[in-house]
């Protein structure tokens, strides 16, 4: 009993206050790159041994283009004497080499995203009247409006290999076909039925996918994984341990699963499936 209560206060914690780094990627050679939301870290291939590579940023996301440039955003509170927010975006590249590709600035990255196909070009969703705008800006900066999809609470969202965009909406997968929206699976969480009127939902975190197209989703509440098919079939591929629960994750080149996971104590690791 003392440590499902344990990890009922985890989880209630999670929900009000914690906002865990979902952000994992792999480079050309095979190498991990993850963030404990504090630090950036390099992990060998092998698993065996992890190298401190960019320090001192506060950063959620990662994205890792094809000539092996990691980019991510530093984001700060300066306390409630200001009340003010700030961010930047860095970008570490392949020689190892940090700069700031976008300078710091007061408020919240806006226009800006992690989320990008293999041309670069980048997606997001922005709260509209109807639901959400898809929104799309090219390498020179160009930003298009592509279609209005109808949403409720849109939580991670993921470019997939093939160009597909993938969005968690409050407990759905959906995608974007068309420019139509597609549910690809329902109730990640299993808890459909409860306050529609709450927000945020903390359930669900990283969205990913593997060289042949299926899609993962690290279903936090529940400690899992969830990895759906290309022909719609959903199935757990990963428990966390005790303690330890997914945030996200990245398919490497072999096959193999990388899953990124916090614990109450807000320690961060990445473990090989």
């Known amino acids: 009993m003392k440590w499902q209560l344990i990890w009922v206060y985890l989880l209630a914690a999670l929900t009000t206050v914690a906002h865990p780094g979902i952000g994992i990627v792999q480079n050309s050679k095979g190498e991990i790159f993850y963030t404990d939301t504090e ?11 992890k190298t401190l590579v960019v320090p001192n940023v506060h950063t959620h996301e990662l ?5 092996d440039n990691l980019y991510g955003e530093h984001l700060w509170y300066e306390g409630e004497t200001t009340n003010k927010w700030g961010h930047y975006v860095w970008k570490y590249d392949a020689r190892g080499k940090f700069s700031k590709v976008r300078p710091a600035a007061e408020g ?16 997001w969703l922005v709260s509209s009247k109807n639901g959400s705008d898809w929104m799309k800006m090219s390498p020179n ?3 298009e409006w592509l279609a209005t999809v109808p949403t409720k609470d849109v939580r991670s969202q993921f470019c997939g290999k093939d160009g597909t965009f993938y969005y968690v909406d409050d407990n759905d997968l959906c995608k974007i076909v068309g420019n139509k929206a597609r549910v ?10 409860e306050d ?4 945020p939902n903390n359930s669900i975190y990283g969205v990913w996918d593997d060289p042949v197209g299926n899609v993962y989703i690290a279903v936090t509440s529940k400690k899992m994984v969830k990895k759906v098919t290309c022909d719609g079939r959903v199935f757990v591929v990963y428990k966390s341990p005790f303690s330890w629960m997914p945030t996200g994750g ?9 899953i990124l996971e916090t614990n109450q104590l807000n320690v961060v690791r990445v473990v090989k499936s």
């Open 184 to 193: 690809v699976a329902l109730d990640l969480d299993g808890i459909t039925g």
């Open 39 to 49: 630090r950036i870290w390099k992990v060998s291939p092998d698993g065996n041994s």
């Open 250 to 258: 990245v398919v490497d080149k072999k096959g193999n699963l990388w």
């Open 63 to 67: 994205y890792m283009d094809a000539q």
């Open 141 to 143: 900066q160009k930003i």
């Open 108 to 123: 919240f990255l806006r226009n800006y995203s992690f989320v990008r196909d293999t041309a670069g070009c980048m997606y």
């Open 196 to 199: 529609p009127k709450r927000k």
